[in-house]
């Protein structure tokens, strides 16, 4: 932030999940040392996650991590399963929840091959046997607005990205409550600072804090002048 107020562009990816060393080594190689530049933004996002829209320039490094992690441990499947989620929105406000949804994957339920109402018709129908219909009405059926239906009673969305997503009736848990992310994840930290930078700073404190005393200790000057006489 220092730099850019000075006119000079400082930045570069940090790839996460990361360690303290990689976030210390970046932050030097960008000038941020904690001691003259302490503040950084976040000016862009490289991933592959759907629904990710809400990452901000402020987000707490620390917190980032802990999501990539969480992200880095899944399977293929429970992936796709929080990408829908993600998108899908309900739970997928700031990072904070992002980290909750990442943990609470059976509060959703998803059908990636599923794009419409008849799709979805036909889903609840022949693999979940949501209705037992006889076999010589089938032909008769209307999957369609089955799946129009269950969407209106039950809610949930078709993704732009394939598949059918909506939230079932488990409640969602918070696991991370926004403030105190676990240890392993903590990864923020200023590069060590050079010992003589410190001591001069220091020192350059300790002379600001003495002026106003100085200045209330040493006696005030008064110039006696005599008075002016005119004629």
Not at 181 to 197: C, E, G, L, N, R
Request: negative net charge.
């Amino acid at each position: 932030m220092g730099k850019y107020n000075e006119g000079e562009l400082r930045g570069e990816f940090l790839k996460l999940p990361a360690t303290t060393e990689q976030v210390q080594a970046l932050l030097a190689r960008i000038k941020v040392d904690g001691v003259m530049y302490e503040e950084y933004f976040i000016t862009d996002y490289s991933h592959n996650y759907a629904g990710m829209q809400n990452l901000g320039e402020y987000e707490s490094i620390d917190e980032l991590n802990y999501l990539a992690s969480l992200l880095d441990e899944m399977d293929e499947w429970d992936l796709a399963k929080f990408e829908a989620a993600a998108a899908y929105g309900a739970d997928a406000g700031s990072v904070k929840e992002l980290i909750n949804l990442a943990q609470n994957l059976d509060c959703y339920e998803f059908y990636p091959d599923v794009e419409d109402y008849d799709d979805l018709g036909h889903y609840l129908i022949d693999e979940l046997d949501y209705e037992s219909i006889p076999e010589h009405l089938v032909d008769y059926f209307d999957f369609s607005s089955y799946g129009e239906a269950y969407v209106i009673n039950e809610g949930g969305e078709f993704l732009k990205d394939g598949g059918f997503v909506f939230r079932n009736s488990v409640d969602l848990a918070e696991i991370y409550d926004g403030r105190n992310v676990p240890d392993k994840h903590k990864i923020f930290a200023y590069p060590p600072q050079d010992k003589s930078i410190s001591k001069t700073l220091a020192a350059y404190s300790q002379m600001i804090a003495d002026i106003p005393k100085a200045i209330t200790e040493r006696p005030l000057a008064i110039e006696a002048r005599p008075a002016y006489e005119g004629r």
